[in-house]
Structure formats: C-alpha cells, structure tokens
C-alpha cells in the first residue's frame, strides 16, 4: 500500500528529504505546501506533486504530513494538521519553545492523531547498532556522553539561521542533535548549565552545554554556528565505549572499545541521505496503527525542548517565538 505524504515546506531541508523518497517505493510525495502556491509549484512541479499554500496543505487528503518549514512555523502547521486528523513529521527542532511543543503533544495525544519529532539520526543503522551494543550490555552501563557539532555559517542577520523570529541560533538549529543524543542514551537530566556567545542581534551563535544526572552521569556538549567542529560523539561506559561517527548525527561507522581489548570498528552503511530510513519508519508506525514513535517518543521530544529552553534561558539571547509567518490559522 502506497502512503500519500505532504510536505510544508519548500527549502533545503524539504529538498534534502524528497530525495530519498527514491528509496521508499512504497512512498509518494502528492502535495508540497508553502506560503505562496507559486513557489510551492515550482518544487512540486520536479516531484510530479501539487503546489499548495500551507493553509490548502494542512486541509488535503494525505496520509502523513512532513513539516520542514523554519522552526517558528512547526507548532502552527502541526497544530493545523492534527486538528483535521492529519499525522505529522515534524522537522527539529520540534518547536521553538517547550510551551509550544507541549501543546502539539497534547493536541496530537487528544486527538489520537500519530505525532513524531523527525530526530532522523536515532533511526540511522549505525545509531540503532550503537543502541543495541549498549543495551547487550557491551560497554557497560552509559555514564557519559561527550558530543559536539557545529559549522561555519557567514553571519547574515535575515536568514533563518541567525534569525530569532524564524527560531535561529545555534542551539535550536545543530544543539538539538548533541542534546538529542545525550537524551537518548541517558535520559532527561536533573540540570542543566549553559554558557555561550550570542551573535549582534542576540540569537545564540555558540553554546557549550552541562547535563547533570542525580546518580552522578553527564553530558558535555557544544554546538556552533561560527566553527567547523568535529562533529565527534562518544558514549562512555563502565565497561568501555563506543564513538560514533564522525559525523555523530548521519554516522556510517562505530568505534567500540571494551575494556581490555582491541578497538573494534563497525561499518554501517544507510541508504541514500539517510532519510529513507525516517520515512519507512513514519510509514510502520502508521501501518501498526501506533500514535508515537518507540524509537522517538514524544516524551523524548519534550524532555530535549525543556533543555534547550533552559539553555538559550541561561544564555541570555532573544527569546525565539512561536508562529511567525506560518500561513495557517492554529
């Protein structure tokens, strides 16, 4: 059975994921959605879909809606979605504030409607074996995670990026992947610190970020808009650790040292871009008749938002806002 997706969205990010879709056969693009209907014709055009405005999109006959507009737009289009029954992938950062993630949640829970954050690095193989390694015990238990990701990004106060109206800032926009990792691996933290350098017009440009655990684990981790990092992500055990990556958030290989032994190095390729994987997931969820995600569960999502509030709170900058120019009525 065909799953008939929407997209809202008409920029890199949308692009990024119509190109996988190659890899689902069982997958079909049929609507793309943006403010203006122009524009979206000019990308659903190349994809044999119909342009519409977000307000058509969020109204149309789909199967599953992927929202992969600028951050500020994800809780109104979301919101519009599950309110006419629409499931809904969600680009992250989920929203832009916790507030606003908190009402989508309840929303999509409310309404029975499937509702998932689009963290595609948890469904990649290589994440999925490094979760498995840890849950067969291979390192021992998980006490900390050490990641860091940042790019190099010319400051241009209007783009998306740097723009606190749109939901910029480098915590919202490459902090979500190390704060989503050290979620994943060991929960939701008993505190957080955050410091950092905020860019002129006040969105954050770097952060380095504190996750304390009560029984005495941590995370260490750094996101920037002004440095090429690493991109390095390591899990620490008791037994030993795994390093995933580099880069952490679209790995294709594992470095697993256990205690006592040569480090072993695992290959583990994805398919294409690595969105396939995101998009056959969406589409089992859907087919089991699942509401949530196991793999990213809203709980998760939210624990992840409530970081990233506290962080950009601790660091000062302007605070990002919901709703701006989404093209939909909430």
């Not at 860019?199 to 009560?214: E, K, Q, R, V």
């Not at 037994?239 to 880069?247: A, V, Y």
């Not at 998760?300 to 409530?306: E, M």
Request: one cysteine or more; charged letters at 20%.
């Amino acid at each position: 059975m065909t799953t008939r997706w929407g997209i809202a969205g008409t920029g890199g990010m949308a692009e990024a994921f119509l190109a996988d879709f190659e890899h689902v056969p069982s997958a079909e693009v049929v609507a793309i959605g943006s403010r203006s209907r122009a524009r979206a014709g000019q990308l659903a055009d190349r994809w044999g879909a119909t342009g519409m405005t977000n307000g058509e999109l969020v109204a149309a006959d789909l199967d599953v809606l992927y929202v992969a507009t600028p951050h500020a737009q994800h809780r109104d289009i979301a919101l519009a979605a599950i309110g006419n029954g629409i499931p809904v992938l969600v680009e992250k950062s989920f929203t832009v504030t916790l507030a606003g993630a908190e009402q989508v949640v309840a929303a999509a829970r409310a309404s029975a409607v499937f509702c998932m954050e689009a963290m595609w690095t948890r469904l990649l193989p290589a994440v999925l074996r490094a979760r498995a390694l840890v849950a067969a015990g291979e390192i021992g238990e998980v006490v900390a995670v050490h990641a860091d990701l940042g790019a190099h990004r010319p400051y241009e106060p209007g783009h998306r990026l740097f723009d606190p109206a749109l939901g910029g800032g480098a915590v919202l926009d490459l902090g979500v992947y190390v704060i989503s990792l050290a979620q994943h691996f060991l929960g939701a933290p008993d505190r957080v610190r955050a410091t950092g350098t905020l860019f002129p017009n006040g969105a954050d440009a770097t952060a380095s970020i504190s996750l304390a655990y009560d029984d005495g684990r941590g995370a260490t981790l750094a996101t920037s808009l002004t440095a090429q990092t690493a991109c390095h992500a390591v899990l620490v055990g008791t037994n030993g650790s795994i390093e995933i990556g580099p880069p952490f958030h679209h790995p294709d290989r594992l470095v697993v040292r256990r205690a006592g032994q040569a480090a072993e190095e695992l290959v583990v390729p994805r398919t294409g871009r690595g969105y396939a994987h995101e998009i056959r997931h969406v589409q089992e969820c859907l087919c089991d008749g699942l509401l949530e995600s196991p793999v990213v569960p809203l709980d998760d999502t939210l624990a992840v938002q409530r970081v990233m509030d506290e962080a950009l709170a601790q660091l000062g900058g302007v605070a990002p806002v919901e709703g701006a120019v989404a093209g939909v009525s909430a």
